[in-house]
Each structure stands twice: as structure tokens, then as C-alpha cells.
């Protein structure tokens, strides 16, 4: 259909236009999926936090997209409207000067007792929205049904959630009822508030194809616009849709119910993410990994658009933007921004929707606001909240411990609120979705520290730890050095201020250390020296130089006879002289930094050397020998080399100090241990001789809430991608 018309040309930034806004928004779905209901306001812990709202408010977002959920308030019934949890928020919210965005159904399919499938959903959507209109009659600005397409297409054409159809006719029959329902909310919103405004969000992304697949995309990238299409009054005669709507059921009379364009939004969100845009290859061959999707007519591979280097530069927020802009001509708003990825990729991707929507503003686009979405993180996204698996994604604060942490995100979105600008050493490099090892065939690019702008200084270049993190910042995109002995001696302290001063760095990481545990009694002044002494001097170095440090400490601190997993305020009791060095060093550190990390792990366990428990035992096994020497019950927490570096890092970048204890969540015997990864890796656990009574239980929990998966998901990761692993195949 012929697009709105627009200004020849690009015009110049609107006269008057205010300055770009920050919003936000709380990750707030509610979804059926089977019998199973999911809500993520009570899975991130934000149900139970009032003190959310202070926290989010100090950000200086102007505007919230906040949830008054109609299966919260109407759960038992649609006479029975409990607004207990939601008066006191938003009346902080009012005293805060921040404006509210009602949201009254985020991707479900309303309480219990109606469905998507109940032809009476929008005349009880309205009679709610009303009853919340009379509540408060303050709010002016609505979002009745978010992203009314894509729930459409998860519960009815993929079937993910409730009423799980998968057909067309469903998705379009659901479409419509939704909007419908958005029609009816804003009849009754607007009886009560006239001036009420209209947003409506939804998720615009385009799909590229190959020529065989043209007329795939050219058919989604026709959909994307159906449900601003239908509420704006053009789905008439013409429309790519009318007749295809009303042959899968959806009749003349409900369609033509919209051609008056009184549910025309006010405001468009374009809600934009990195997996967004696809690309549909039918060469299948060149995707050996993705399973498949089949159209009836040709099967290919659903894969995103910003790997593939021949649409990459018609990808992304501005373009988006652009085109909802010259379709519609209605001010827009990007109505979610998140990533669920490291600390650094999400403020670069906050950074780039922010340059970009300040782009497409100088063109003339009336674009208002940057919405940050996920404020208090998410949980399952990545399976569409299919599965439990626990993954949570940190937003601008980290809701994992017993109180709000805010992250870098959230420092960057308060730079941002306040002037529109922004600064942090990790920001000097692109996101990597604007980095070669992007695209599909040059993913496995070699690491180097050279990647420009201002670096992470990491001492311990010989050893696991520091070699784990030269290759995760490589991953990640951040610039490093990590230096020999030779180039930094931590137990010089000469050695050490010159390596500063030479490498400039914005933060040290010291993944040096005195490790043989065992060789410690026999060499405790070498042991001291290096754990101790050179661990202390780097925090002075640091504080001198005004940089953030980070070193390592170890379980052995504990002796392991408190009976529970210690946590970071326990009493020290170090057992041996490798324990004292490092109860020492911490102590020593923090006096002479009070602002460094200490990060107090474990024995760990990783994918890319030999230098470790698992591999040595695994090794074993294959050669068919009986293990006899792995007896010990003492009860300890391995660590996954790859969570720990990311974690850490993901800490440092958070500006956090003071102990941390970072381990992967579990707790086993060195003998379960054993006899865990014989199991799987396909060897008799029998060949493990029993083991006695545990004397000890040194393992590690945290007081912060645990930052690590599951350590029998890491032991599954560890096995899944060995290198050393599998050269012994």
C-alpha cells in the first residue's frame, strides 16, 4: 500500500523540538504457558521491592511504562479488583515528578477465567480499563495491550503461550481481538480521562531472504504493519490483508469497525532489539547448526540479519524508525531498549539507539523518547519464558541479591537522562554487532590485545586465569594487556609503576598468584610474597593512579567446619600457609584500597588447558585406570573458569568493591565430582573407588545473591566445549 507522504527530502530537526527523553520500563509479562503461569514481576523479585521505585526514579527517566496488569488486579474475577500492590507504587511514582504509562495486558491473554479465544475479551478488557481509569484518573497516557502482533504470533501461530494455536486464522482472529479490545479500553479510558492518549508498541523488524525466498519476507514484512494498520483504519480495500483477513475469519464488520480511525495511536513504540531482523536462507548447507523452518513450499534457515554481510547495513534502530515514520507519520517513541548480552554490549547497544534516535530526529522524524527497558532485569527470555531454566538478564540494576544493584547500564542511562552524553573506556569500541566477527564465516577471528581505545591491564599472562581473560575481553571486545613476569613483577613495586605508567590502563586485574596449594608449607615466604605482598602493592598502585583493581582470593580462607556454605561476612579461619596468604592479602588490600574487588573463589575447572581436576580425572578414565586416590568427601564449589572471568568482569564494570564470592551455584564432594563427570563422559563411576565421611565444607555462597549458573549446567558446558576434551577423543 502507498506509504503516508512525507516532506521532499530530508526536513531539518523540528523547531522546538525538546530535548530526547528517557524513559523506562519494567519487564512485566504475564503469560500461560500449558498450566504454567509465568509472571515476571514476581520472578525478578520486583513484586516484593517497593523501594524499586526510589531506585529507578533516581536514573532521571521523565516516563515509566508501568504495569497495572489486569491479571494482577482481576484475578479472581472481573468483580473483584484488588489494587493494593499498585496504589502506593504509583503514588510514588507521582511524587517523583515521573509520568506513568498504564499497561494493562503485557503479552498474556488476560486473567484466568477469559482467554484470547472469548469473543467478550475486549468488552472485559474495557470494562477493566475503565475501573482503572476511575483509580486514576491521572494517567494520560495508555498502552492497553502491549506488542499486540507478536503476542498474536507467539500464542497462535508458533504456539508458545496461551491459547498455543498454530495457524494463521488464529493469529489473525487473535490480532483482531486484541485491537479490538485496545478500541474498547480507549472508549472507556477517554469517557472518564478525554485527553487520555494512545501508545501502541510493537515489534517492527524487517526480513531479508534470498531471491528464492523474496516472496517469504515480502509476505512478513507485510504483516509487521497489521496491527497499526487495523487500529489506524487501513485494512480496506487494497490492503495486502483484507481479503486474506476475512478469509480466515475475520468478517467485513469487525474490519470496517476500525475504518473511522478513532484508534489511530498518538504515539508509536518501535520496539527494536538485535535479534529482531531475520534472514531467511534457503542454502541450508551454509547453516549446519539451525534447525530448519518449513513453509510448505521451500524449508530454510531463520538466522539474524546482522550476521549475514549482504543486509547488514540495512539493519538496525534508525532504519527502523525511518520506516515506521514515513508509513505513518505519527510520533514515535522507541519503546524498549535492552540486550540481553555482557554489561559492555548492552550500554553500547543503549549508546547506539541513542545516537541513532538522535539521527533520525535532526532529519525531522518526531521521535520523543528512549525507553530502557528491563529495569530490573528478565528471566527465560531467551527461551520465550518455554522453559524454567532460571537465566536471568541484569538490566539497568541487578535484582539478584536482596536489594536493587545498580549496574553500568544504569549509569549510563543517568548520563544520559541528565545531558545526553556518555563516557566509559569499554564505550571506545563497537558493539558486536558492528564488529567483522559478526558475520557467520569469521567468528572464530584469533584473539590479540589490539583493539583500540583504553585497556584492561591484566597481570598473570602464563597462568589459567589470566589467559581466560585476554580471551574473554577479546570476546567481548574490550582492550587488554596482559603482561609476562617479566613486563610487570607484582612483588616489584618499581616493576609495577612503571607497567602502569606505560600502559595507561582504566583498571588492573591480577590473575597472578602463588596456585600449587600444596607447595605452599614448603615455600611460604614465595607463597607471601607473591599472594600477599604483590597483591597489596597493585592496590596502592591502583589507588594512586585513581584506577579500579580487582585480585583473587580463595575458599581456603574458611576451614571448612561452619557446617553451611560460607558467605562473605563470615569469620576467616584460613587453614595452611596458602590460606593465610590469602586472608592476609585481603586485608591488606582493602587497607590499602578500600575501593578494590576482592573476588573469593574456588577451585576451578575450564575449557581451553589441561591445568585442572576435571581434565587430569578425565584423562585417567580414558586410559582405563582404576582411581583410588580421589577419596576425599571434603565439600567444595568448582568454578567454570568462563563464568567466573565474566562475572567478574561483568562486577568490575559495575563499579562494585569489597568481597565478593563468586562460585557456581552447587556444592560436591571431590569424590561426587569424580564420579559426576565419569558419568559424562560415558565411563563406569564404579571405577572410582567409595569414599569416606566429609570432614570439611568450604563451599562458597554469597550474601550479594549468586551471580553463577548451576554447576551441573557449567559441568555440561565444560564437557560440551573442551578443547582439551576433545583432542583426548
Not at 559478526?438 to 598473570?460: C, E, H, N, S, V
Not at 563470615?570 to 587497607?591: F, I, N
Not at 586416590?629 to 571434603?634: P, Y
Not at 549458573?709 to 576434551?725: G, K, Q, T, W
Request: charged share 25%; proline share 6%; with cysteine.
Amino acid at each position: 500500500m502507498t506509504p503516508s507522504p512525507r516532506a521532499e527530502g530530508r526536513r531539518p530537526a523540528l523547531l522546538g523540538m525538546p530535548p530526547l527523553e528517557l524513559w523506562g520500563g519494567i519487564e512485566c509479562t504475564v503469560v500461560r504457558v500449558g498450566n504454567d503461569w509465568r509472571d515476571q514481576l514476581a520472578e525478578t523479585g520486583h513484586w516484593d521491592r517497593p523501594g524499586d521505585i526510589d531506585a529507578i526514579a533516581a536514573l532521571g527517566i521523565k516516563a515509566i511504562r508501568f504495569p497495572i496488569l489486569w491479571e494482577h488486579v482481576a484475578r479472581e474475577g472481573p468483580e473483584t479488583l484488588d489494587f493494593s500492590w499498585h496504589d502506593p507504587r504509583l503514588e510514588r511514582l507521582r511524587a517523583h515528578g515521573i509520568r506513568v504509562i498504564a499497561g494493562l495486558v503485557h503479552h498474556g491473554s488476560g486473567p484466568a477465567w477469559t482467554s484470547l479465544d472469548d469473543p467478550a475479551w475486549p468488552t472485559q478488557l474495557a470494562t477493566y480499563a475503565a475501573a482503572v481509569a476511575q483509580r486514576y484518573p491521572w494517567i494520560d497516557l495508555w498502552t492497553p495491550v502491549n506488542e499486540p502482533l507478536t503476542t498474536a504470533r507467539f500464542s497462535c501461530l508458533y504456539g508458545h503461550w496461551h491459547p498455543h494455536r498454530r495457524r494463521m486464522s488464529a493469529t489473525l482472529k487473535a490480532l483482531t481481538t486484541q485491537c479490538e479490545g485496545i478500541a474498547a479500553a480507549m472508549r472507556a479510558v477517554r469517557a472518564i480521562s478525554p485527553a487520555a492518549q494512545l501508545l501502541v508498541t510493537e515489534d517492527f523488524g524487517r526480513v531479508f531472504s534470498t531471491p528464492a525466498l523474496a516472496y517469504q519476507a515480502d509476505h512478513e514484512n507485510e504483516r509487521r504493519w497489521l496491527s497499526i494498520d487495523l487500529l489506524a483504519g487501513r485494512i480496506r480495500d487494497g490492503h495486502p490483508f483484507f481479503d486474506w483477513m476475512q478469509r480466515d475469519g475475520v468478517s467485513l464488520e469487525r474490519l470496517t469497525a476500525f475504518h473511522d480511525g478513532a484508534t489511530t495511536p498518538d504515539l508509536i513504540g518501535v520496539d527494536h532489539y538485535l535479534t529482531s531482523e531475520r534472514f531467511l536462507d534457503d542454502r541450508l548447507d551454509r547453516h549446519p547448526d539451525v534447525a530448519p523452518g518449513d513453509n510448505g513450499r521451500h524449508r530454510y534457515a531463520d538466522i539474524e540479519a546482522v550476521r549475514m554481510p549482504d543486509v547488514a547495513a540495512q539493519v538496525g534502530t534508525a532504519e527502523r524508525l525511518r520506516e515506521v515514520w514515513d508509513r505513518y507519520n505519527i510520533p514515535l517513541i522507541v519503546g524498549e531498549v535492552h540486550h540481553g548480552c555482557t554489561r559492555e554490549e548492552q550500554a553500547r547497544w543503549l549508546l547506539d539507539v541513542w545516537r541513532d534516535a538522535e539521527t533520525v530526529r535532526a532529519e525531522g522524524v518526531d521521535l520523543r523518547a528512549v525507553t530502557l527497558w528491563a529495569l530490573v532485569g528478565a528471566v527465560d527470555w531467551r527461551s520465550l519464558l518455554i522453559r524454567r531454566d532460571g537465566h536471568y538478564e541484569a538490566g539497568a540494576f541487578d535484582a539478584r541479591g536482596p536489594t536493587l544493584r545498580r549496574t553500568l547500564v544504569g549509569d549510563l542511562a543517568e548520563k544520559l537522562a541528565r545531558d545526553g552524553t556518555a563516557d566509559h573506556p569499554v564505550l571506545d569500541q563497537p558493539g558486536w554487532w558492528h564488529r567483522p566477527g559478526r558475520f557467520y564465516a569469521t567468528r572464530d577471528a584469533p584473539a590479540d590485545d589490539r583493539l583500540p581505545g583504553r585497556k584492561l591491564l591484566i597481570t598473570g599472562a602464563t597462568g589459567t586465569l589470566g589467559q581466560a581473560f585476554a580471551r574473554i575481553c577479546h570476546h567481548r571486545g574490550l582492550a587488554w594487556r596482559l603482561t609476562t613476569r617479566a613486563e610487570l613483577d607484582i612483588t616489584d613495586r618499581a616493576s609495577i609503576a612503571a607497567a602502569i605508567e606505560r600502559e595507561r590502563p582504566w583498571a588492573v586485574i591480577n590473575a597472578a598468584g602463588f596456585v600449587r596449594t600444596w607447595e605452599a608449607e614448603e615455600r611460604p615466604d614465595e607463597c607471601f610474597a607473591i599472594n600477599t605482598r604483590g597483591a597489596e602493592q597493585i592496590a596502592r598502585a591502583c589507588r594512586m593512579a585513581g584506577i579500579p583493581y580487582v585480585t583473587f582470593s580463595s575458599d581456603l580462607v574458611f576451614d571448612g567446619q561452619l557446617g553451611r556454605p560460607y558467605l562473605e561476612a563470615d569469620q576467616l579461619s584460613p587453614q595452611g600457609a596458602y590460606g593465610h596468604s590469602k586472608a592476609e592479602a585481603e586485608a591488606r588490600v582493602l587497607a590499602a584500597n578500600a575501593d578494590s574487588l576482592v573476588i573469593r573463589t574456588s577451585t576451578f575447572f575450564g575449557p581451553w588447558d589441561r591445568h585442572n581436576f576435571a581434565y587430569g580425572l578425565i584423562e585417567r578414565l580414558k586410559r582405563g585406570e582404576h582411581i583410588d586416590d580421589v577419596g576425599d568427601q571434603a565439600i567444595v564449589s568448582p568454578t567454570y573458569v568462563p563464568d567466573l572471568v565474566h562475572a567478574t568482569l561483568d562486577l568490575l564494570l559495575d563499579h562494585e568493591t569489597g568481597i565478593r564470592h563468586l562460585a557456581n551455584a552447587g556444592e560436591v564432594s571431590w569424590h561426587d565430582l569424580a564420579r559426576s563427570l565419569a558419568e559424562r563422559t560415558g565411563h563406569d563411576p564404579r571405577r572410582i573407588s567409595a569414599a569416606p565421611v566429609a570432614a570439611s565444607n568450604t563451599s562458597l555462597s554469597s550474601g550479594h545473591g549468586l551471580a553463577l549458573r548451576p554447576l551441573e549446567i557449567a559441568l555440561d558446558d565444560f564437557i560440551a566445549h573442551s578443547r582439551p576434551l576433545a583432542e583426548l577423543a
